[in-house]
């Protein structure tokens, strides 16, 4: 089974290089007869990826130990679903599921009816670009991340899973990222191809669903990563602005910028350069955050570490950005005076531009946050990293910001000026009544007053825009958009108070003795104990009432897992679309007595709710996709 799965990915790593050989022959000498050769090879490829990863994943069902990677991330202890979900626990596993899902991707495109109508340079520029990102995935397999080394001899048990992971959310967070991850590959490696040779199709309207597909799963991801991090860490906050989260964020703010951009070239024809440089630096950003995981480059809890891959990653995203600028250069001949005057600012493709920006300076904020330990090396023996509060006085502003500009964008002409006056007096309305509302019932922070009234106002554009304009209900296009930027509005709301707001006490309570907090009333009543195979439990049992009526009842444990010395929480919450409550067992004592943190999180499950229609509306858009026409932001 070892050397089966190996032979596979070695045969599609050598295949992938054959093919795209085969595409820049063909390319040379102009000759595209081999086309349905090279479709074939990368059917054969998804097989080959498909029948390492079942080995694998068959392997993790057993406990087969005699793989060295299932020894180390499970035992036979562990759930079989949790023991599944080790596939993408460790490097070689993770590796291995990103190629899986790009091979995926590569194969679906090949059957959408948008890719047959592309010309047959179109294609093969495509497939050797794409045969190329999966041989270099491919290189690292069979090489410094190999999934399917073999113990000799295998141990009786494993390691086991990290209990971190040992959560709903390994289950869907992980595939969830790297399904947006590999999905962007594909505009990527078509708006190189189409720049290259001349494609008289936008390659925008050829990607669009696979781009949006990309988006939300990205999206998903990262909305499910920070309801993990919620609810399993047992800090009180979803977002630390660790390196690990800040890596998907990248990649998606310039996702995001490439979709809204692509929305002017679909209707006006203008920005085809910028969009297809958005498209690879929108992948090459995926790349980067695997690299920041994987390299060792940065300190995180979630990073793995030097595998042997962070070097590899590194010249393949440098060489990624040296090839987009020749490909840039190279085809621009073909593309000599077709692009088209945008119009001026106070314009829907004008703030698009602008929203466009603003999404790529939040990436490049991120990014100089995230690389700063290393960056200040240059110049200090001793570097520091910035903390989560740099990141919210810079980045939050910005966030809102984009917020109030979705707001005013569908009042706006797609030539010059307004062309909603009512519409957009409403909505001015909104902000400042919204504003005004909240600052008399006592939010006075700057940044929470303004996120909560560009919140507001951007909530009763989407409201006005649904009952005055007839398309934003009928056709499906604009309604997932609208759709998005109410669930993004809902998120801005969560984010602006859950934080600011956020009320937090530790105490060490006896059982029979109570606290205060928020309004509240805490009553510690008894710690249980528990032991399984598995781990040993001690948890709280914590009577809440609030003006004499009960709320309910919070059950925070710490556990000590088998095999693993450190105790690990796992909170307790009582869930509220207004103030949430949520403990976290820090310490207990054979006597009862318990160290005890209570939060109490204004409005964060708008956070959730909010992300969760951003995540599920784009689907709305996927229905139609020759209608481009009508399209409002």
């Not at 007869?33 to 998804?46: I, N, T």
């Not at 969830?176 to 309207?205: D, H, I, K, N, Q």
Request: glycine fraction near 10%; aromatic fraction near 12%; charge should be positive.
């Amino acid at each position: 089974m070892h050397a089966t799965g190996y032979f596979a990915l070695l045969v599609a790593m050598l295949l992938c290089l054959a093919a795209a050989a085969t595409a820049i022959f063909g390319l040379w000498r102009r000759d595209y007869c081999r086309l349905a050769l090279l479709e074939r090879a990368h059917l054969v490829v998804f097989v080959a990826t498909l029948l390492a990863s079942a080995i694998l994943t068959i392997a993790l069902w057993r406990r087969d130990f005699s793989f060295v990677y299932v020894a180390e991330y499970t035992d036979t202890l562990l759930p079989l679903f949790y023991a599944i979900t080790a596939f993408w626990a460790g490097q070689a596993g993770s590796m291995l599921f990103w190629m899986l899902v790009l091979a995926v991707f590569g194969a679906g495109f090949a059957l959408a009816p948008s890719y047959k109508k592309l010309s047959p340079a179109t294609k093969y520029a495509y497939w050797m670009f794409f045969f190329a990102i999966e041989a270099f995935f491919l290189l690292l397999l069979t090489g410094p991340s190999n999934p399917f080394l073999e113990a000799v001899p295998p141990p009786a048990q494993g390691r086991g899973l990290n209990p971190l992971l040992q959560n709903p959310g390994m289950i869907f967070h992980p595939p969830l990222l790297f399904l947006g991850y590999a999905g962007f590959a594909v505009p990527a490696c078509l708006g190189l191809a189409a720049w290259l040779v001349g494609e008289t199709r936008s390659f925008v309207a050829t990607a669009r669903n696979t781009a949006i597909l990309s988006w939300l799963f990205l999206t998903a991801g990262i909305v499910l990563g920070g309801w993990w991090s919620y609810m399993e860490l047992g800090w009180g906050g979803y977002w630390a602005w660790d390196p690990v989260e800040n890596a998907s964020l990248i990649p998606w703010l310039v996702g995001t910028a490439f979709l809204h951009t692509a929305i002017v070239e679909r209707r006006t024809k203008a920005l085809a350069k910028t969009n297809v440089a958005l498209a690879v630096v929108t992948f090459i950003s995926c790349i980067l955050g695997t690299y920041l995981v994987r390299s060792g480059v940065v300190d995180s809890l979630h990073a793995f570490g030097e595998g042997g891959v962070g070097d590899p990653i590194l010249l393949f995203m440098i060489f990624a950005l040296v090839l987009l600028a020749s490909v840039l250069v190279a085809g621009a001949p073909y593309f000599a005076g077709r692009g088209k005057q945008l119009a001026g600012l106070l314009s829907v493709p004008g703030f698009l531009v602008v929203l466009a920006w603003l999404m790529l300076a939040l990436s490049a904020v991120v990014f100089l946050g995230t690389m700063w330990p290393v960056i200040s090396k240059l110049w200090s023996a001793n570097p520091v990293g910035l903390d989560a509060g740099f990141y919210n006085r810079v980045c939050l502003p910005l966030f809102a910001m984009a917020t109030f500009l979705v707001a005013l964008c569908p009042l706006l002409s797609w030539t010059e000026g307004v062309r909603d006056k009512l519409g957009l007096a409403i909505v001015a309305g909104g902000f400042v009544g919204g504003g005004a509302v909240l600052y008399a019932s006592g939010v006075h922070l700057p940044l929470a007053l303004f996120g909560g009234a560009c919140a507001i106002a951007a909530m009763v554009c989407v409201a006005y825009v649904f009952l005055r304009q007839h398309h934003a209900r009928s056709r499906s296009g604009a309604l997932g958009a609208y759709c998005v930027h109410l669930g993004l509005a809902l998120l801005t709301l969560g984010v602006a108070f859950s934080g600011p707001y956020q009320i937090s006490r530790e105490v060490v309570l006896t059982p029979g003795r109570a606290m205060q907090i928020g309004g509240f009333t805490m009553t510690y009543t008894d710690l249980e104990r528990e032991t399984n195979p598995a781990m040993s439990i001690a948890r709280a049992v914590i009577d809440v009432t609030k003006n004499g009526r009960t709320v309910g009842r919070l059950t925070p444990e710490r556990r000590i897992y088998k095999g693993f010395e450190q105790p690990f929480a796992e909170v307790s919450t009582i869930p509220s679309l207004g103030d949430e409550l949520y403990a976290t067992l820090l310490s207990a004592t054979d006597k009862k007595a318990a160290s005890i943190k209570i939060s109490v999180n204004p409005l964060v499950n708008w956070v959730w709710i909010g992300g969760a229609l951003m995540s599920l509306a784009p689907f709305l858009s996927l229905r139609r996709p020759k209608e481009t026409a009508g399209e409002r932001s």
